[in-house]
C-alpha cells in the first residue's frame, strides 16, 4: 500500500507538463482535505461530491474498472452526484469521464466540467 506522500508524487507524474510547481510534499499539504485512493497505478482524489482520477502515463490505457466504480459507487451513495472537471486538451481525460457515465455540464477557462449522477455499465477501454 502506498503512503500519502507516494500517491501526491503519483499525482504529479499523472499531470506531466499540466502539474503545478510543487513538489509532493507541498502538493500532498494542498491536498490536505481530499482522501487520495491508490487504485493500482492512479490515484482518484475525492473530496464530498468532487472526485477526478489521475494516472501516470505507464498506466494509461489500462482499465481501473471495478476500484474505480466501488468509488463512485460509494459517493453516489453518499451525496447523489459526482462532479469533476478535465484539461480542454486532455482527449484521454474526456473518453475516461464518458466512458464512466459522466456528462458535460459546462465549460470554463482551461476546463470541461462533467456530472455523474447514475452509475452505467462501463466498458473497459482496450489497447493493442
Known sequence: ??????????????????APALSAAQLEQALADWDLVDVGGAVVMIRGAE??????????????????RALLCDVLARHGRIET??????QIGHAFARRLGFEQVGEGGAVTRYELRTLRHAKPHRTA
Do not use: Q
Open 1 to 18: 500500500m502506498s503512503t500519502r506522500i507516494d500517491r501526491c508524487a503519483a499525482l504529479l507524474r499523472a499531470l506531466g507538463d499540466r
Open 51 to 68: 472526485m477526478h482520477v489521475g494516472a501516470a502515463p505507464e498506466a494509461r490505457g489500462r482499465w481501473f474498472g471495478a476500484a474505480v
Open 85 to 90: 472537471v478535465v484539461m480542454k486538451d486532455h
